[in-house]
T-cell receptor, first 114, second 113 residues
Framework: IAGITQAPTSQILAAGRRMTLRCTQD?????MYWYRQDLGLGLRLIHY???????GKGEVPDGYSVSRANTDDFPLTLASAVPSQTSVYFC?????????????FGDGTRLSIL | SQQGEEDPQALSIQEGENATMNCSYK?????LQWYRQNSGRGLVHLIL?????REKHSGRLRVTLDTSKKSSSLLITASRAADTASYFC?????????????FGGGTRVLVKP
């Protein structure tokens, strides 16, 4: 079934550790996004990529980095995790990155930083 | 910061009743989208309404948009237990490049059988 795969589904991590969340899509979408979802705050955009080789900062980029080496993969890295990064992380994609396109979401990674 | 604020935060109704939720936003937009999220799952796109549209229908869903009031509403008619979920509005800012969405805090809907 076409879609977005995120891994791991959940993780408990010690503060200060490095962690990479994986996201792969098989829809050949050009644009990909990373959001975090915290209770009562909806989703907030961390980073995005409109095409392979390019990335941009969203609303809450500090403490996170991304890369887009190819169309299918868009990993999110926490270089040194802090407790405030405890959240549910969602990866999404859209066909071209143009405004007005629905975004397709993975099922998220639940991350707890202790 | 959140662009969209949703009201109510939570809604409990009986199966067969209609559910209405509202979204208000702060700045001018190109488009507004509504998404559904089932517990423990990712968001699923429901409907998109453009800034020059006032109403849109999709099955049992009806969305309205009032750009003068910077608000939108989502109506689910003849609700079913399977409609139990959280519903989010999302906007992309007027003249902004790309497809960067700003989400509201969501409305949790419980449909009781």
């Amino acid at each position: 079934i076409a879609g977005i795969t995120q891994a791991p589904t959940s993780q408990i991590l010690a503060a200060g550790r490095r962690m990479t969340l994986r996201c792969t899509q098989d829809m050949r979408h050009n644009a990909m996004y990373w959001y975090r979802q915290d209770l009562g705050l909806g989703l907030r955009l961390i980073h995005y990529s409109n095409t392979a080789g390019t990335t941009g900062k969203g609303e809450v980029p500090d403490g996170y980095s991304v890369s887009r080496a190819n169309t299918d993969d868009f990993p999110l890295t926490l270089a040194s995790a802090v407790p405030s990064q405890t959240s549910v992380y969602f990866c999404a994609s859209s066909p071209s990155g143009a405004g007005g396109e629905p975004q397709h979401f993975g099922d998220g990674t639940r991350l707890s930083i202790l | 910061s959140q662009q969209g604020e949703e009201d109510p935060q939570a809604l409990s109704i009986q199966e067969g009743e209609n559910a209405t939720m509202n979204c208000s936003y702060k700045t001018s937009i190109n488009n507004l989208q509504w998404y559904r999220q089932n517990s423990g799952r990712g968001l699923v796109h429901l409907i998109l309404i453009r800034s020059n549209e006032r109403e849109k229908h999709s099955g049992r869903l009806r969305v309205t948009l009032d750009t003068s009031k910077k608000s939108s509403s989502l109506l689910i008619t003849a609700s079913r237990a399977a409609d139990t979920a959280s519903y989010f509005c999302a906007t992309d800012a007027y003249k902004a490049a790309g497809n960067k969405l700003t989400f509201g805090g969501g409305t949790r809907v419980l449909v009781k059988p």
